[in-house]
């Protein structure tokens, strides 16, 4: 007796939500992990070497656990119904996004024909849930952290989404997986090395270029890291959840960190080859393994994006926190203008690549 179509898609997508949880739950734990590391590194501290065994790896547990333990407290003047629902819009919104991720070949929830933007309309959730929790905590500071994350991340998405039109347009497609596809052949095919009309073109590699930088810088706005890191201004506000306690404040917590390895899951599928390989012999063919061919596929997309997460990682070390001014005129002045004039450029170029 053969399994209906419908209830194989519905086994494949129960398997693949359990799969992607459990893979965002165990990477959160690692990059926190990792950034201890990496600060401690860069900062030259001794960082957690003998508590938690090896290196500290289980330091993190510990912390996870008791974050699991501790009391939930929600303050007495709260909004209720919209404190205890800001957490879970934003691990869904997050959640949600990984979807059209493409790990490899075949490794991805549902290829749309329209994924990024998708992911572009699913993550500005985002943004809903943090000013739901800035405004239910019935805290100013929290409000203002909630509202610092507002403009920011609104007026952040402009850049990324015109810088994401770059590869979208030499692409030809709004679908993840033709988006990576389009990059293969090995690294100098890759969007981000001016792969557009004609493998190995470098006409337009500064342009590309561009759009990768701003996108990258833009995207640590859209996640609140260092140098943007204002909604969450330890040193000012506090931030937007500091009436979150337990595992709620524990949601945000891996929300960000889910979001730090999507946004480099985004870049590494338009930007950086996705999950090809840089060099052709590196990879293996589906015609010799199937299993095989994802499973090196995955390798080089979590590998890369786990590169980009370092990078991430590496500024918050360096970087001092811009102020407010600062950081809207990087929006509205550099980035918005250059990210326009590199969409006009690449049109132009793409047009004239046909008419000759």
């Known amino acids: 007796m053969s399994i209906p179509p419908e209830i194989l898609s519905l086994i494949y997508s129960v398997v693949y939500v359990v799969a992607i949880i459990t893979f965002v739950s165990v990477f959160a734990l690692f990059a926190i992990w990792m950034e201890r590391k990496v600060s401690a590194h860069i900062q030259d501290r001794l960082g957690p070497m003998e508590t938690g065994g090896w290196h500290g790896w289980s330091q993190t547990i510990a912390d996870m656990a008791k974050l699991l333990l501790k009391e939930d407290v929600i303050p007495d003047a709260a909004d209720r119904p919209l404190f205890k629902l800001a957490p879970y819009i934003v691990f869904a919104s997050s959640f949600a996004a990984f979807a059209v991720l493409p790990f490899s070949a075949n490794l991805i929830g549902s290829d749309l024909n329209i994924g990024i933007y998708f992911i572009i309309a699913v993550s500005s959730l985002v943004i809903i849930s943090i000013i739901m929790a800035g405004w239910a905590s019935n805290n100013k500071w929290s409000l203002y952290g909630g509202m610092r994350a507002a403009s920011q991340m609104i007026s952040y998405e ?100 889910a979001n730090m390895f999507l946004v480099s899951g985004v870049a590494v599928a338009l930007f950086l080859g996705g999950w090809h390989a840089p060099l052709p012999f590196l990879e293996v063919s589906a015609e010799k393994s199937i299993v095989l061919h994802n499973v090196i596929g995955a390798f080089w997309f979590i590998g890369k994006a786990i590169i980009l997460v370092f990078v991430q990682m590496w500024l918050r070390w360096t970087l001092p926190r811009l102020r407010v001014d600062q950081l809207m005129h990087v929006c509205w002045k550099v980035f918005l203008p250059f990210s326009f004039a590199n969409v006009l450029i690449v049109s132009l170029l793409i047009v004239l690549a046909e008419m000759f």
């Open 158 to 257: 402009i850049p990324i989404a015109l810088s994401l039109l770059v590869p979208i347009l030499l692409a030809g497609s709004l679908s993840m997986q033709d988006l990576v596809l389009s990059q293969d052949g090995g690294f100098w095919n890759w969007t981000i090395f001016g792969n557009a009309f004609g493998k190995g073109s470098i006409i337009q590699l500064p342009f590309t270029l561009i759009a990768f930088v701003i996108y990258f810088w833009a995207s640590l706005a859209e996640v609140n890291r260092v140098p943007f890191d204002l909604p969450e201004g330890e040193s000012e506000i506090i931030g937007f959840h500091v009436e979150y306690s337990s595992m709620r404040f524990g949601m945000f917590f891996f929300a960000e960190f």
